[in-house]
């Protein structure tokens, strides 16, 4: 089944360059590959009832072949051309007249076994390529000509059957299944084009998805779907963390920039993992610093624990032996803990972003703080005291 189903798309890929513009997109490219595929797949229907009909004596059997004469030429001018439209227009036409037209000369609907039963092709042709409302519009062409040829050949024979019983019974059997046949195949082709074209939105909706929640936090990208606009919220205690690389600027002079960025990813990486093992929300990068936070979006009892938490593991991944200690890098930590007030900023790229006293002072406790260290405020050592093990730095200048 994969082996006819990756035959097929090859087939339809081939067909997809006859005719194609570079400016085309692939839907379509997909729509004039169907078109020449199914004109394609009539021509050798046309020649095997041109051959039944000629070897019984009918005239008519040469309409079929000027279907064929007149298919294959519109191919080869839309191979030349690349008007879609006029190749449409032309199939649809062809494929209109050519079977209803043959029931005059030869008795109309029963004796000629119903040909003009291919002429639906047109408006199933039209709604697929057009939509409903140029279907329809074939659709009653259709109808007046099926209608209209077949009564005006049975009124030409007056009722005489020129064809034996058998090659109409055998003509009504063969225009009834393979036309069917033809149709289903168009169908089917329409259906996967469509299942196709679901498919590529689902993926790049998941994509975008993907995109959003690495940018924001999976709540706040919930509540942007839902109802778009600004996005602001006054949390009354949550814990925030800076981390900082030590002395990382004079380090990263004269490396490659390819090593500078793969050590902070490679760091920062390891970081984000670390933020997943507790549920905390990272903020963002700055240079070389992280910062993350907890108790946002969505408050949690225990957040200057997890950030605690997070910060001795942080330092131990880059102490020797940890997952990041090859790096020889060393952190400043600083934590405080309170009032902030979190949103949505910005149109182009937008971030989630925290402000206030609480914010700036978990910043400065990171700036003041000592290499390998975690030091934190009074208010977070308030929350963390029980558990945790902490010890008094004494007075500390602190900037602002």
Known sequence: M???????????????????????????????????????????????????????GAWTGWIAVLYAVISIASIALFARTRNFDLLLNI?????????????????????????????????????????????????????????????????????????PNWFSNLMILLNLTVSGATMFILLALF??????????????????????LAILPSAIADRLKVQPGTIADQFETVSVLFADVVDFTPRSQGLPAAEVVGMLDRLFGEF???????????????????????????G?????????????????????????GDLRLQLRIGINSGPVVAGVIGRKRFLYDLWGDAVNTASRMESGGVPDRIQ????????????FVLEPRGMVAVKG
């Not at 994969?2 to 360059?17: K, V």
């Not at 519009?137 to 209608?147: E, K, L, S």
């Not at 549920?279 to 969505?298: F, H, N, S």
């Not at 605690?308 to 032996?321: E, F, I, R, S």
Request: aromatic share 6%.
């Open 191 to 212: 259906a996967k084009q469509r299942a196709d074209a679901q498919t590529d939105l689902r993926v790049e909706h998941e994509r975008a998805e993907s995109l959003l």
């Open 91 to 163: 199939q649809l036409l062809d494929i209109l007249l050519s079977p209803t037209v043959s029931m005059i000369p030869i008795g109309g609907f029963l004796t000629t076994g119903g040909v003009g039963i291919w002429g639906i092709l047109a408006p199933l042709g039209a709604l697929v390529f057009r939509g409903p409302a140029s279907g329809i519009r074939w659709f009653i062409a259709w109808v007046i000509a099926f209608t209209a040829s077949g009564a005006t050949g049975a009124l030409i024979v007056n009722g005489a059957n020129p064809f």
């Open 300 to 324: 949690r009892p225990d957040h200057a624990q997890a950030l605690a938490n997070l910060a001795l593991d942080m330092v131990a991944a880059t102490a020797p032996g940890g997952a990041v």
């Open 272 to 298: 984000d993992r670390l933020a997943d093992k507790y549920d905390l929300e990272k903020i963002k990068t700055i240079g070389d610093a992280y910062m993350v936070a907890a108790g946002v979006p969505t």
């Open 2 to 56: 994969n082996s006819l189903r990756g035959t097929l798309d090859a087939f339809l890929a081939r067909l997809a360059t006859v005719g194609a513009l570079p400016t085309d997109d692939q839907e379509k490219r997909l729509q004039k590959a169907l078109l020449v595929l199914l004109a394609i797949v009539i021509l050798p229907v046309s020649f095997v009832w041109a051959v039944l009909y000629l070897a019984l």
């Open 376 to 387: 934190v405020t009074r208010a977070t050592h308030d929350l963390i005291a029980d558990q």
